[in-house]
């Protein structure tokens, strides 16, 4: 039908709704029905399309079906009304148009059509069953279907004009809404404005700030001044685990998107452990890893079970403790071998050597953990463990000192050691004596080893030449009272300002001068002598000693007798059947007796810097007047730190310092259970070799340097006090150009460097 109404239909639509719908009422008013016409098939619609019903015919509908519904029941209803035209069929144009149809091809809702279809079929079923009824009765009948067709249409359209004015109201109500919250933006922005341009007059700007604000204005400086650091991206570090990245790590690792991994990663840099894996394992790694809160007094690993994962500290620190048999009692004995803080890792040993765990990790404050499950490690982290395995076993290898030892026992070593690199001036021993786990190899760089010599303390007389030669020359009491420190004999405090600025000098150069070089000039050859024979004269006694055992104990005494060995101060004693025992437990207990070795820790994990340790002893006074700090040997690769001092423990306090060295931390425990007796005659002789000048050879040797100092500043004073003399006689004005005493001794120290 449509398809029929739009061939034939105009396409203009030049006429008015109104006019069309008054033409249509008028010729139907003109074209009289009748029942024959009612019951004649209906022709071929053909509806111009310009014919179609006004908005406003509604209204008109409306009036007549209120006048056919106002008409008495049996009366002929108003020939004009819509009653006349339902069902009928209409001229146009010379054309006859069905209404019915043309009111369906409008765009009535769908309701509507459906009531009009209904209604003609109904009237149409009455008029062949009553056939025989009058003329009038029909009309009667058509009247009141139609009036009720009305009213079911006036209703409809009522409901549709209700809703009609609803929508525009709604719709109106918006567009007053929106203009008024733009008016009131509007008013805010300007009131802003005002309040800004009246603050900005207020305060005066300062002569950079107009040059830069006229600057910024014109086009040219804007591109000049773009300032690229605006949009870098600044590296921020987090003390905690931000919420944002909670999220991302809550997620699924297939969820995750690579933004949120590159976050994570950034988040996670600058924490030790991660920075050692490439860039490769560290996104590997954030694209599952895990987090994990836990709060203090709570256990994370225990030492036998199997290895699950691999844990980072983001914040807080843990103890890791390990168990052992009492030598004595033979009973199972906790210790707190380390205590990691942020930055550190733990839990590789398990998952890299498919071993249990080897220690028990307790929460000491409450930590935030980043885990890598044991297959994402396995399968990314295995790697750089593995080089660096490699990279220890070739460099002990190549060490003169386990050239005797078997494949295997290096092998164990290298397990259990660690690679550290240090910054310049970081310290990496701050006292040799307390250092009770490791044996320190340098692996690449510089280190300095240290000696904090004490003038207050006289050293103990040794049978050693050096010695014997300062008894002689009296040296130490010489010594003392040259320094400006008190004569314990005497009680009386000397002090002269040339020799503190010498001591100066040598606090500054300290780097420079080797001792241990300058003590070596100064031993002659029948020194050296001694020297030797005293080293054969050990390697003899230790030939003599039967057994490996031993000797590894001989060698070991002072390792296996250490406090924390016997279980004395820091050990915390725990029955073997007590299961309940728990390293919570021990940790708790352990809190106070572990105190020490705590804080040995901790400062060593602090890693103060030499500078800082200088200054501190400056500001404590302690400086210059009893203590300088001499470097008495330097480190290079392969030297080793700490062996002479297990061998042949002589309790000197001595200080490693870092100039970018990578160290090789060795536990002494391994290394002395793999030794065997020849390897450890070799590190014997080796530590002899390379023991460092003792403290008697030290004072001696400083006192030398210092006198040496003295003398070339005094001798030079005098040649320049002598040339001020000559020069200011010549001269007219000799105030002028008179040296000023402290000018002099730094001149003559200038003059005596070049010519000595
Ligand atoms: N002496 C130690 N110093 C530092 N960490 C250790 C020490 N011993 C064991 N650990 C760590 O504690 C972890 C316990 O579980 P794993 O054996 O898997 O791996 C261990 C190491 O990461």
């Known amino acids: 039908m449509i398809q029929n109404r739009s061939q034939t239909a105009p396409r203009s639509r030049n006429h008015s709704r109104t006019q069309d719908i008054n033409t249509r009422l008028s010729s139907t008013r003109v074209h009289q029905p009748n029942i024959a016409n009612k019951l004649s098939p209906t022709p071929p619609l053909a509806v111009p399309r310009n014919i179609s019903i006004p908005k406003t015919s509604g209204k008109r509908n409306d009036r007549l079906y209120k006048r056919a519904k106002s008409a008495p029941p049996g009366s002929r209803p108003h020939s004009s009304s819509i009653l006349d035209i339902r069902g009928k069929y209409f001229e146009q144009n010379g054309k006859t148009f069905d209404m019915m149809s043309y009111l369906k091809s409008r765009s009535f809702p769908r309701r509507i059509h459906r009531l009009i279809n209904e209604t003609p079929n109904n009237a149409s079923e009455n008029k062949t069953e009553d056939n025989s009824s009058s003329p009038a009765d029909d009309d009667a ?29 709604n719709r109106s109500g918006a567009r007053a809404k929106i203009m008024r919250t733009f008016h009131r933006v509007l008013l805010i922005c300007r009131v802003e404005l005002i309040m800004a341009k009246h603050s900005i007059d207020l305060v005066p700007a300062t002569k950079k700030q107009i040059s830069w604000s006229e600057k910024r204005h014109t086009r040219e400086a804007a591109e000049v001044l773009f300032s690229k650091s605006l949009y870098q991206k600044q590296p921020m570090i987090y003390s905690h685990v931000p919420k944002w990245a909670e999220v991302i790590l809550r997620k699924p690792p297939t969820e995750r998107t690579d933004r949120e991994i590159m976050q994570i990663h950034a988040m996670m840099q600058g924490l030790l452990a991660y920075d050692k894996f490439t860039r490769r394992i560290q996104i590997a790694m954030c694209r599952s890893m895990r987090f994990l809160r836990i709060k203090y007094p709570r256990v994370i690993l225990r030492k036998g079970h199997v290895g699950q994962a691999f844990y980072f500290i983001f914040s807080g620190s843990v103890f890791i403790n390990i168990e052992g048999l009492h030598v004595e009692t033979n009973e199972v004995v906790y210790k707190t071998v380390s205590i990691l803080q942020r930055g550190d890792a733990f839990g590789e040993v398990a998952l890299l050597r498919n071993i249990r765990r080897t220690a028990s990790v307790a929460v000491k404050e409450d930590v935030e953990l980043m885990v890598v499950d044991k297959y994402v490690f396995g399968k990314v982290c295995s790697e750089i463990y593995e080089r660096e395995m490699r990279e220890k076993l070739e460099f002990c290898r190549n060490l003169p000192l386990f050239k005797h030892w078997r494949e295997e026992a290096i092998k164990r ?57 300062l008894e002689e020359e009296n040296c130490y009491r010489g010594w003392y009272l040259s320094l400006g420190v008190t004569d314990s004999e005497t009680g009386r405090t000397r002090s002269y300002s040339t020799e503190v600025e010498i001591m100066n000098e040598l606090q500054i150069s300290i ?156 536990k002494k425990q391994t290394f002395f259970k793999h030794a065997t007796r020849e390897s450890l005659l070799i590190a014997n002789v080796l530590a002899l070799e390379n023991n460092y000048p003792d403290d008697d050879t030290l004072y001696y040797t400083f006192r030398q340097q210092c006198l040496w100092e003295e003398v070339k500043t005094s001798v030079l004073q005098q040649t320049m006090d002598k040339i001020n003399v000559t020069q200011n006689e010549r001269d007219e004005e000799p105030s002028k150009k008179m040296f000023t005493a402290k000018q002099r001794a730094k001149s003559a120290r200038q003059v005596s460097r070049k010519f000595f």
Request: proline letters at 1%; hydrophobic letters at 30%.
């Open 141 to 169: 009948e058509d009247a009141l279907s139609a009036s009720q067709i009305g009213l079911k249409n006036k209703q409809l359209l009522e409901r549709r004009r209700g809703l009609h004015r609803q929508r525009s109201m």
């Open 413 to 469: 070593i290298c397990q259990d050691s660690q690679i550290h690199e240090y910054k310049a001036n970081k310290i990496i021993v701050r006292n040799s004596k307390d250092e009770e786990d490791w044996i320190y190899f340098c692996m690449e760089g510089r280190c300095s080893v240290t000696k904090a010599l004490e003038f207050n303390v006289r050293p103990k007389h040794s049978s050693s030449f050096v010695s014997r030669r």
């Open 511 to 666: 780097e420079q001068i080797d001792l241990r070089k300058i003590a070596k000039t100064h031993i002659v050859d029948d020194d050296y002598e001694v020297m030797s024979r005293n080293i054969k004269e050990k390697e003899a006694k230790l030939k003599k000693m039967g057994g490996a055992e031993e000797v590894l104990f001989s060698f070991g005494k002072s390792y296996n007798h250490l406090p924390h060995c016997t279980g004395e101060a820091q050990y915390c004693l725990i029955k073997k059947d007590d299961k309940r025992c728990s390293l919570f437990e021990s940790n708790r207990s352990t809190r106070s007796a572990d105190i020490d070795i705590e804080k040995t820790c901790v400062k060593r994990r602090k890693s103060i810097e030499l500078t800082t340790l200088l200054n501190e002893e400056f500001t404590a006074g302690r400086l210059n007047t009893r203590t300088a700090y001499l470097n008495i040997a330097t480190m290079k690769k392969g030297d080793v730190f700490n062996l002479g001092e297990v061998l042949q423990p002589t309790g000197r306090q001595l200080i490693l310092v870092s100039h970018n060295a990578k160290i090789l931390q060795i």
